[in-house]
């Protein structure tokens, strides 16, 4: 089954210990992307991948980290979590050029800084 | 900067329509879609329209965009509590295809 499958679902953390959030898909899609969540604001992109190595900020990048190794994992590290990152984050992939597919997303990581 | 407007809050009954309107800013984007959330969940993708088109039609899914206005509608016919989500409106931007998304809009279907 084609998706992109975050982990863990749930988390919560203390401030300042490092975590990362992982991501992978299984549709070679060139292009990903983590969001997150608040109430009121929406989805707002922190950063995207364009392919392997390439990486770049989105929206609101302060605090998070990511990396691209290899085409199907895009994980999203916190060095030194703090309670304003508490959220609920989605990781998103799509085709490149797929402008008419959108973007596929993962079940979401529901992340609680204390 | 991009800003993407949704009312927050829709109620229905079951069997009726339900138009979810969307008002945007970016006069640069090239698909605009939409995209459904239910609780606990990831975002679904349900439907787009591509920017030179007025209506899309997709079974119980109609879209209507007015470049102009730089408006968008999603009309769901004969509306069913499984329906009952976040509905979000997402233009998309340049060759990355970025998605910027309103705030949602809750669409409660009352039974």
């Known amino acids: 089954e084609a998706q992109v499958t975050q982990n863990p679902r749930y988390l919560i953390t203390v401030t300042g210990k490092k975590l990362t959030v992982t991501c992978s898909q299984n549709m070679n899609h060139e292009y990903m992307s983590w969001y997150r969540q608040d109430p009121g604001l929406g989805l707002r992109q922190i950063y995207y991948?364009?392919?392997?190595?390439?990486?770049d900020k989105g929206d609101v990048p302060e605090g998070y980290k990511v990396s691209r190794k290899e085409k199907r994992n895009f994980p999203l590290i916190l060095e030194s979590p703090s309670p304003n990152q508490t959220s609920l984050y989605f990781c998103?992939?799509?085709?490149?050029?797929?402008?008419?597919?959108?973007?596929?997303f993962g079940s979401g990581t529901r992340l609680t800084v204390v | 900067g991009e800003d993407v407007e949704q009312s927050l809050f829709l109620s229905v009954r079951e069997g009726d329509s339900s138009v979810i309107n969307c008002t945007y800013t970016?006069?640069?984007?090239?698909?605009l879609y939409w995209y459904k959330q239910e609780p606990g969940a990831g975002l679904q993708l349900l439907t787009y329209?591509?920017?030179?088109?007025d209506m899309k039609q997709d079974q119980r899914l109609t879209v209507l965009l007015n470049k102009k206005d730089k408006h968008l509608s999603l009309r769901i016919a004969d509306t069913q509590t499984g329906d009952s989500a976040i509905y979000f409106c997402?233009?998309?931007?340049?060759?990355?295809?970025?998605?910027?998304f309103g705030t949602g809009t809750l669409l409660a279907v009352q039974p």
């Open positions: 970016d006069s640069s984007s090239t698909y």
């Open positions: 329209i591509f920017s030179n088109m």
């Open positions: 997402a233009p998309s931007r340049g060759a990355t295809n970025k998605l910027i």
């Open positions: 998103a992939s799509s085709t490149r050029g797929g402008q008419g597919f959108g973007y596929t």
């Open positions: 991948s364009m392919n392997v190595e390439v990486t």
